[in-house]
């Protein structure tokens, strides 16, 4: 059997629905509200941004931003403490892996010679382009 959180306490003593309640349901609303927002804009941007890395920007604004938001709305819904470390729990897990899963594809990419037709993935970045064969690094 799981405790309720500290703030589930106040509903219960009263028998209604207290102004805390009230309070936490509403910034958890406005927490969810924004998360999806965020979500839905990063969306867009992977529709209609041209490359790969800036839809991997994207996507990781995406996988941050919108999912910590979300999930702080969910962290101030929840009704157990078991619910409320499993929230964090994964909002440690996307703090952790998502960095390391960006990184890693766009290493990839960058080293990658496959191209995706009509789409740049800039193997020389950090360079000057310069004349034929007299790539130049900018530092």
């Known amino acids: 059997m799981s405790q309720p959180l500290p703030w589930s306490i106040f509903s219960a003593a009263t028998g209604g629905e207290p102004l805390i309640d009230i309070a936490l349901q509403l910034m958890a609303a406005c ?11 990063g969306s ?19 996988e941050t931003l919108g999912a910590w938001l979300s999930l702080a709305g969910l962290l101030l819904l929840a009704t157990s403490v078991v619910i409320g470390f499993k929230v964090i729990l994964i909002a440690v897990l ?3 892996l998502s960095p390391v899963n960006s990184h890693v594809l766009a290493r990839t990419a960058l080293e990658s010679d496959e191209r995706v037709p009509g789409e740049d993935l800039g193997n020389n970045y950090g360079k000057n382009p310069g004349k034929q064969g007299q790539d130049q690094v900018i530092p």
């Open 44 to 62: 867009i941007g992977m529709l209609r941004l041209p490359d790969f890395f800036c839809r991997l920007h994207s996507a990781g604004v995406i």
């Open 94 to 96: 996307i703090f952790v």
């Open 31 to 41: 927490l969810l509200l924004s998360g999806s927002i965020v979500v839905l804009i």
